[in-house]
């Protein structure tokens, strides 16, 4: 069975930082793209970044563009998300899946707030 466990997201300040892990279970990691999307109060889920099978291709939203980085660690079926220069507007239920998407895990809450 496919499952995706989100964690590190927590409560910071603006301008603070997080960094979100997700780790993959169900599948052969390696062989899919992985996306890392948000929701945030009253709002749709979009997505935020994308990474490539192999780590080598990247894409974000113009939103967080400059700011968040995502990576990967094939060894370890593990998808990372670093944010830096965080604004409150990034508050959001954070959660990772795979290209295509199947179901989703609990997600990580991201809150950003002085």
């Known amino acids: 069975q496919v499952q995706f466990v989100e964690s590190g997201g927590g409560l910071v300040q603006p301008g603070g930082s997080l960094r979100l892990s997700c780790v993959a279970s169900g599948f052969t990691f390696r062989n899919y793209a992985m996306h890392w999307y948000r929701q945030g109060p009253g709002k749709e889920r979009e997505l935020v970044a994308a990474i490539s099978d192999t780590g080598s291709l990247w894409n974000y939203a113009d939103s967080v563009k400059g700011r968040f980085t995502i990576s990967r660690d094939n060894a370890k079926n593990t998808v990372y998300l670093q944010m830096n220069s965080l604004k409150p507007e990034d508050t959001a239920v954070y959660y990772c899946?795979?290209?295509?998407?199947?179901?989703w895990g609990q997600g990580t809450q991201v809150t950003v707030s002085s």
């Open positions: 899946n795979r290209h295509p998407s199947v179901n």
